[in-house]
């Protein structure tokens, strides 16, 4: 049984189209993060909810709009997608101490 | 703020050498420090972590030891294999509001030639 995970794994689409990546955890975590992975692996944050409560927003284009329905989903939409979002998009979770467990990341490839 | 410094790499080993990923962090107060692993195409799993002074983190004969004297937390493993190509990454746990965060080092790719 998959932790986390994410749908799409791969995403390509054009330039100024909104599109939306889905996070699911099943280990009954309370906090759910969005971290983005650049073409030089470099890992940072972008948002943290803990219990459906965005709790870390790390200076994020407001293009960028994280949903949580429930503490298992954390989902992420982007609106006009501009060619620098391209990246990989990882979700994770975690209960305490930040460590804990990502998905398999989503691959979005903005043309 | 904090930060978290790794060894660039890439590191090149042929099989069963000795492995060191020298990793040193800035920070206030008392972070949990981790050792995540990013093989070819997939996620980063956590490999070990370490949340106190003098803790050692291990896990699938990797160590990494939390020396708050010399804010370091290097990686090693006396024999890598070839499996054990990927990406490491280096990070550390701090609170931003209620929640904790990670802060990642700039990763390190590891190839082991057999």
């Known amino acids: 049984d998959t932790a986390v995970s994410q749908t799409p794994k791969y995403l390509v689409t054009q330039m100024g189209n909104d599109k939306s990546i889905k996070c699911e955890q099943n280990?009954?975590?309370?906090?759910m993060y969005w971290y983005k992975q650049d073409s030089k692996k470099f890992l940072k944050i972008m948002f943290s909810?803990?219990?459906?409560?965005?709790?870390i927003n790390e200076t994020v284009p407001n293009r960028f709009s994280p949903k949580s329905p429930d503490k298992a989903h954390l989902n992420l939409h982007i609106n006009s997608l501009e060619l620098g979002d391209s990246a990989v998009y990882f979700c994770?979770?975690?209960?305490?101490?930040?460590?804990?467990?990502f998905g398999p990341g989503t691959r979005l490839l903005v043309l | 703020g904090n930060s978290v410094t790794q060894m660039e790499g890439p590191v090149t080993l042929s099989e069963e050498a000795f492995l060191t990923i020298n990793c040193t962090y800035t920070?206030?107060?008392?972070?949990?420090l981790f050792w995540y692993v990013q093989y070819p195409g997939e996620g980063l799993q956590l490999l070990l972590k370490?949340?106190?002074?003098?803790d050692k983190g291990s896990n699938k004969g990797f160590e990494a030891t939390y020396r708050k004297e010399t804010t370091s937390f290097h990686l090693e493993k006396g024999s890598v294999q070839v499996s054990d190509s990927a990406v490491y990454f280096c990070?550390?746990?701090?609170?931003?509001?209620?929640?904790?965060?990670?802060?990642f080092g700039k990763g390190t790719l590891l190839t082991v030639n057999p």
């Open positions: 994770a979770s975690s209960q305490g101490y930040g460590g804990g467990y």
């Open positions: 909810y803990n219990n459906k409560e965005l709790i």
């Open positions: 280990l009954g975590h309370d906090t």
């Open positions: 920070a206030t107060g008392y972070p949990s």
């Open positions: 990070a550390l746990s701090e609170r931003g509001g209620s929640n904790y965060k990670l802060t």
């Open positions: 370490a949340t106190k002074a003098d």
